[in-house]
């Protein structure tokens, strides 16, 4: 009777124990490293230049009732065991005891099926272990799925220079990855937007050996090893083709710009090889005169791995009417398709 009482009240105390983790994240992007790389595509202008604090959002949504996070911070080391942690540091969130923490904005310490919880903070840099905050390289573990992003700017060019990736789950991770766009795309096709183009890669567990062919030449000229968390920066130099390989699984998110913009960068998380599929959907898009190149610049950039030519055929409305087309992309290389105005294309 006690316990039905206290769930109509919605006062539920749940032991870590009794919710034990289904995904892990760890936050990508750590800001020294964003900072380097907006540094590198905006710095010594004429335009502001980006400087530390850097500002981070750390965000998540929760699509069920009674989801247990667990947020442990990378600054004092990671716990053995995160549903059973000894750190003060860590905090279990949502299971009603606001003692053992709560997530920002949310003080009754329950989250269901659409609580969103943003976390943010400036970032100083150089980073001081002793100082915890919400950043890269945090380790986020969750009882039921959960979606995640992480945004950062840097002061200075502020939101004029920023950039959100989204946070694949470890599961989503991969030890082979091939990087669609470079530097080496003529400015003539690309318009710049590539003119730097940098990768961040984190791994999941100590002793993670990667290695780096930057320059898509097919000879690996980086090795290295990564601890659990810890994060290498490519930070440019970047062609069409690189390639990043791994023992263990690994995040890989890619950052490119144009060069003294006034403002230019995108960023994303890239798709291990494994998880590539045959077909796509792109979203409804919107035209523009690209900034007076004077053609609609909203394009789709299509990468082919393989030894030979191969045809992508795609679909989209017109006028209400189905069309279909299709488009050639040559063997390890790229092809780039301008889309029509307010329409959704299947590639296939």
């Keep these: 009777m006690i316990l039905s009482a206290l769930a109509l009240a919605g006062i539920v105390r749940i032991a870590a124990a009794a919710a034990p983790p289904v995904q892990f994240f760890y936050a990508p992007f750590p800001e020294d490293q964003l900072l380097a790389g907006l540094q590198a595509i905006e710095s010594g202008g004429p335009d502001v230049d980006p400087v530390a604090p850097m500002q981070t959002y750390i965000s998540l949504a929760a699509i069920a009732d009674g989801t247990i996070i667990y947020y442990d911070h990378w600054e004092d080391g990671y716990e053995a065991d995160i549903d059973a942690p000894t750190q003060s540091t860590t905090k279990i969130w949502g299971d009603g005891n606001s003692a053992n923490g709560f997530p920002p904005g949310v ?4 989250i269901n099926a659409g609580t969103v919880v943003v976390m943010n903070n400036p970032v100083p840099l150089p980073r001081s272990p002793t100082e915890i905050l919400f950043d890269g390289r945090d380790k986020i573990a969750a009882s039921k799925t959960i979606s995640m992003t992480k945004t950062g700017w840097a002061s200075g060019s502020n939101t004029l220079l920023a950039g959100s990736v989204e946070m694949f789950d470890t599961d989503n991770w991969g030890i082979d990855y091939i990087v669609p766009v470079g530097e080496d795309i003529p400015a003539s096709t690309g318009y710049e937007m590539f003119e730097y183009t940098g ?42 083709g690189a390639r990043v390989t791994s023992d ?92 029509n105005n307010g329409t959704g294309y299947e590639w296939h």
């Excluded at 003080?107 to 329950?110: A, E, G, H, N, Q």
């Design 107 to 110: 003080p009754s310490d329950l």
């Design 199 to 240: 990768l961040v890669i984190l791994a999941r567990d100590d002793a993670t050996t990667i290695n780096i062919d930057a320059d898509a030449n097919g000879v690996f000229e980086t090795s290295l090893v990564l601890a659990e968390g810890q994060s290498h920066q490519v930070n440019g130099g970047v062609s069409v």
């Design 248 to 339: 263990k699984p690994v995040q890989v998110d890619l950052l490119t710009g144009d060069i003294a913009s006034s403002y230019e960068s995108r960023d994303t998380a890239l798709l291990p090889t494994n998880l590539w599929t045959g077909s796509y959907y792109t979203p409804v898009s919107t035209t523009s005169d690209g900034g007076g190149i004077g053609i609609p610049s909203t394009a789709v950039w299509l990468y082919n791995p393989a030894a030979s030519a191969i045809t992508v055929a795609y679909q989209y409305r017109s006028g209400g009417i189905v069309q279909s087309s299709s488009t050639s992309v040559p063997a390890g290389s790229y092809t780039k398709v301008i889309l």
